[in-house]
């Protein structure tokens, strides 16, 4: 386990968003089709579904490096959208790069993710997921997480959780 996560905010329309998002949309662009994603593919969805919600003042973008692997770049992100005046916090594009995954990231992520809610005045977290991410789902279970009724219609969601902060 790498204990030595720096998780940080960034600009969600920076450049080293801009990379380890493409490798976010290359990783479950490519699970949900069972092969490799071509570039195209890629950027579709990323103009599907883009990432413009996760900027102050209603949301926020962080993204994970290890200090002790400076040229690996980021390892992983995570995003939030505050809704229903700031209450609740809906979390998007968890991700931990495979390269870093079984090293705490998504732990660390989550967790981080969580205390900006809280500061934020959020009360209640949710997001939502696909069945073939089941690490994904896994995580969220394993911290707090629990299954409720879905909250959005999005094309790829297939599993909505939800945790009292």
């Known amino acids: 386990m790498l204990t030595n996560w720096d998780i940080t905010p960034a600009d969600v329309h920076g450049p080293e968003a801009a990379a380890v998002l493409r490798e976010y949309y290359r990783d479950i662009v490519g699970r949900y089709y069972g092969r490799e994603a071509t570039e195209a593919e890629i950027d579709a969805a990323m103009a599907e579904d883009p990432s413009g919600s996760l900027v102050p003042p209603d949301g926020l973008f962080l993204v994970a490096r290890a200090p002790d692997r400076p040229s690996a770049g980021p390892l992983g992100c995570v995003g939030l959208h505050w809704f229903g005046g700031g209450k609740v916090a809906e979390i998007k594009r968890l991700f931990v790069a495979p390269a870093a995954r079984g090293l705490g990231g998504g732990v660390r992520l989550l967790e981080a993710i969580e205390k900006a809610a809280k500061e934020g ?38 599993h909505w959780f939800a945790k009292q902060l």
């Open 121 to 158: 005045g959020a009360t209640l977290a949710r997001l939502d997921t696909r069945s073939d991410l089941v690490e994904a789902r896994r995580l969220y279970a394993a911290n707090g997480y629990e299954e409720v009724a879905p909250f959005n219609e999005g094309p790829y969601a297939e």
